[in-house]
């Protein structure tokens, strides 16, 4: 039998600090509630000015988006979800949605047979080109006029830091579930 030595002073603090959570400072906490109440008026904003113009949500208008920046206003079921950063099950569900409007079709990938594309349709083009205008107006006027060149720049380099930090190999993202 062999005797463990006794755990010195200096190891027992480290290990009971490692427990304690590591609590924002003041500063930090006022950063971290400027973000939250930021983020919560800004999706609410975008939210009712396209529901207003366009009769739809911000996460629809971004499917929308993504779909006429791709190939052929195509892209895999997965690839969408991706894209902007959605489950699987709710994209499936806005797409339903979409489908319903005659703004997107899903049809059969022909590499794979158990994937699907979602293909916007003209008429979700000219939905999109309709509403473009009224929601870059919004998105200029809710940041961009509101920040210096410097600050914007800023601003998207925190953003890019951010999500890189969140998207490490093996993470359990939204568009895997």
């Known amino acids: 039998m062999t005797n463990r030595p006794a755990e010195s002073a200096v190891a027992a603090e480290a290990r009971e600090a490692a427990a304690e959570p590591r609590w924002l400072t003041e ?3 006022d950063t971290w509630q400027a973000y939250l109440h930021a983020y919560t008026l800004l999706e609410d904003h975008l939210d009712r000015q396209l529901q207003r113009d ?7 208008y971004g499917l929308l988006v993504q779909l006429s920046e791709a190939p052929r206003r195509r892209l895999r079921m997965t690839e969408l979800a991706q894209h902007v950063k959605i489950t699987r099950s709710r994209l499936s569900h806005a ?39 009224g929601h870059v107006a919004a998105v200029r006027a809710a940041i961009f006029d509101r920040l210096t060149p410097e600050q ?26």
């Open 27 to 29: 500063s930090e906490q």
């Open 54 to 60: 366009a009769g739809m949500p911000h996460i629809y």
């Open 95 to 133: 797409i339903a949605r979409l489908e319903k409007n005659g703004w997107v079709r899903r049809e059969e990938c022909p590499s794979d047979k158990r994937g699907q594309l979602a293909v916007l349709t003209d008429e979700g083009f000219e939905m999109l080109r309709r509403s473009a205008p």
């Open 152 to 177: 914007a720049a800023q601003f998207g380099e925190a953003c890019r830091i951010i999500a890189t930090g969140l998207q490490p190999a093996g993470a359990d993202l939204p568009w895997l579930r």
